[in-house]
């Protein structure tokens, strides 16, 4: 089967494509998948560069994102049968309740094989049935992207209607958060570089709106456009580089939902946590059971996860660099 292979972590450069390697078969309690559709988050970029925190297997099958159609099921397995459209799962050891370090330690595309292949074999427990609503295309764009927003909007702040939510930027997660608050009911408020993508998440549901790039002191039209109360919830994505703004966005008793760190660097001042009595949880994308809720939300109000561009298996490497120049807004996808 043709798979493509992390050979050394350089850069994008390092993505290979073998033509040639050896189709797996699925073992006692794994379903073999034909991966119709892979997506890419910004970790993929770190892991090809080799900035990822827990690095990755040498020759590993990247993206921890993708679905298909499973084609075979080894002995013992219940849960799927062939036919069924699924997606793997970020964490396949994390199936509910709170992460474990024994939960978190394999991820697909980092330390175990991910989806940008062919075929990949998924322990039963690993994977997931996608929306009956959804194309592949689009179920390949759930399991880290979308389960991080609904980890830290419907998880751990338990948004309801009529909170305020601020999201930073238009990639992935942040097109997902908006997707999810504005499902709960939220106001949103989004941030971005560029006015056209601002205007386009007006036509997603955002509320209100600024420019960080026009506006680098954007916690001031935050407490303006909140009344001086500041929002209910910051889904974070930008790091050390937004921390301190977004903890100056965040209402007494808020919470900042930290995910990324595309912004770079920067300092906080860590008495403005104290002085607003806010949390500040971090978020490492979500168990299988979040997966599950979500798919019932998602299947519920027929949302659809916003795609930017599907680039060909051939052009994987294409796609890894579009997804690099930040033209993008929500998903990078790959057709299998
Ligand atoms: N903890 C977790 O479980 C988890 C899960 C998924 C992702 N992440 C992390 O979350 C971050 C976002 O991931 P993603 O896949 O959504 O990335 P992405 O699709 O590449 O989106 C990145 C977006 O961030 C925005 N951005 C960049 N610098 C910014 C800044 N200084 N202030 C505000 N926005 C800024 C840009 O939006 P504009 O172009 O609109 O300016 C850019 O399009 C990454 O750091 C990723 O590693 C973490």
């Not at 500041?230 to 301190?244: C, F, N, R, Y």
């Amino acid at each position: 089967m043709r798979a493509y292979e992390l050979r050394e972590a350089i850069g994008i450069d390092g993505v290979v494509l073998n033509p040639d390697r050896p189709t797996p078969g699925a073992r006692p309690g794994e379903i073999l998948v034909r991966v119709r559709a892979a997506s890419l988050n910004y970790r993929d970029l770190m892991i090809a560069r080799g900035v990822y925190r827990s690095g990755a297997r040498p020759n590993v099958i990247p993206l921890s994102d993708g679905a298909g159609d499973v084609v075979a099921i080894g002995p013992g397995v219940t849960r799927f049968k062939v036919g069924d459209r699924v997606a793997g799962a970020f964490f396949p050891g994390w199936l509910g309740g709170a992460p474990s370090a024994e939960a978190i330690s394999r991820a697909l595309g980092g330390s175990v094989d991910g989806m940008l292949a062919e075929t990949v074999v998924l322990h039963e427990t690993g994977a997931i049935g996608i929306p009956e609503h959804m194309s592949f295309e689009e179920g390949a764009t759930l399991p880290c992207a979308g389960l991080t927003a609904w980890n830290a909007v419907a998880e751990m702040a338990t948004v309801r209607a009529g909170e305020t939510v601020l999201l930073l930027g238009t990639g992935g997660v942040s097109l997902f958060a908006l997707q999810f608050a504005k499902l709960h009911g939220a106001c949103a408020i989004l941030t971005s570089s560029s006015n056209d993508k601002l205007s386009l998440a007006k036509t997603l549901g955002a509320d209100q709106t600024i420019n960080y790039r026009e506006t680098p002191e954007w916690h001031k039209k935050v407490a303006e456009l909140t009344g001086g109360r500041g929002v209910d919830l910051v889904v974070e994505v930008g790091g050390a580089a937004t921390l301190e703004r977004s903890i100056r966005s965040t209402r007494v008793g808020g919470a900042i939902a930290l995910i990324g760190v595309v912004g770079g660097t920067g300092q906080i001042d860590p008495r403005l946590l104290m002085s607003r009595a806010a949390r500040l949880q971090g978020i490492f994308v979500g168990s299988l059971e979040m997966f599950a809720a979500m798919n019932a939300a998602l299947t519920q109000a027929k949302l659809r996860p916003v795609i930017d561009r599907v680039f060909p298996f051939q052009e994987a490497r294409e796609a890894y660099a579009y997804l690099d120049s930040g033209r993008h807004i929500g998903k990078v996808v790959i057709a299998v």
